[in-house]
């Protein structure tokens, strides 16, 4: 076998190779957002898994969930939801036959602590503060997200709503009419500088603070892009630079 290339049961008529590309990607294993690194069809076939999708961990356990064995499943059961970021279990996931638990592989494998040199972000399952993207401490009663808090307390991102920020700007720039090209470059579809959007409210809040709103703004998108390469499967210092890239315009 030829280093970087797999056979896989998802796609059994041809090879994957693994490659690394700028162009974000739909896992056809767990159906979720990917950028970087991702194994490929090399027949063209527009078929993408996440590196971790296409060699997962047959069984594993989480911090969060002490005394839970989580089984990788290819089909979960039907209208589930990821218990870290409440969006729904489409593909690939990891399942807790005793508690019933449903985890994306993406989600199961993020960090508990991402740590640029000057903003440290700590993964907590339940907090006690509201997001800085959606206003809430939940998303809605049947369903929580995990989130990443900064050490000093000051910024509190959901995991969901950093996926949902990350989605609104790839549609807006990437696609048009169901195909890849980037907008102009003066339409604004960066959703955390949008007057509808929560996170522009509480920064608007803080301008009564002198001195303190753009140290502020930075930590936030500094925060945002770094758990947006945790979230893709790819946390790279080019992935990074990528999806910062996204949100920067």
């Not at 957002?33 to 971790?52: A, M, P």
Request: hydrophobic letters at 30%; one cysteine or more.
């Amino acid at each position: 076998m030829i280093y970087g290339e797999i056979s896989h049961s998802s796609h059994p008529d041809h090879k994957l190779k693994l490659e690394h590309r700028e162009r974000p990607y739909n896992c056809d294993g767990c159906k979720e957002l990917g950028f970087g690194s991702r194994y490929t069809c090399e027949e063209s076939c527009n078929f993408h898994l996440h590196k971790d999708c296409a060699s997962p961990e047959n069984t594993f356990t989480h911090p969060f969930f002490p005394g839970c064995l989580f089984h990788f499943l290819e089909i979960g059961k039907p209208d589930r939801f990821c218990d870290a970021c409440g969006r729904d279990i489409k593909g690939y996931v990891y399942h807790c036959f005793t508690e019933g638990w449903d985890l994306h592989p993406s989600c199961a494998l993020l960090p508990h602590t991402i740590n640029d040199g000057e903003t440290k972000l700590v993964l907590h399952r339940e907090v006690t503060s509201r997001c800085h993207r959606c206003g809430k401490k939940e998303l809605r009663k049947s369903a929580k997200s995990w989130s990443y808090v900064s050490t000093c307390e000051e910024c509190h991102l959901h995991v969901a709503c950093v996926k949902e920020i990350l989605l609104e700007n790839w549609e807006k720039q990437h696609l048009c009419d169901g195909k890849f090209e980037r907008r102009a470059k003066t339409e604004n579809s960066l959703a955390i500088e949008s007057r509808d959007s929560k996170l522009h409210i509480v920064l608007q809040k803080k301008e009564s603070k002198p001195g303190k709103l753009a140290k502020f703004t930075k930590m936030v998108k500094v925060a945002i892009t770094l758990i947006m390469a945790a979230v893709v499967g790819d946390p790279t210092a080019l992935v990074a630079t990528l999806i910062a890239s996204l949100i920067n315009h």
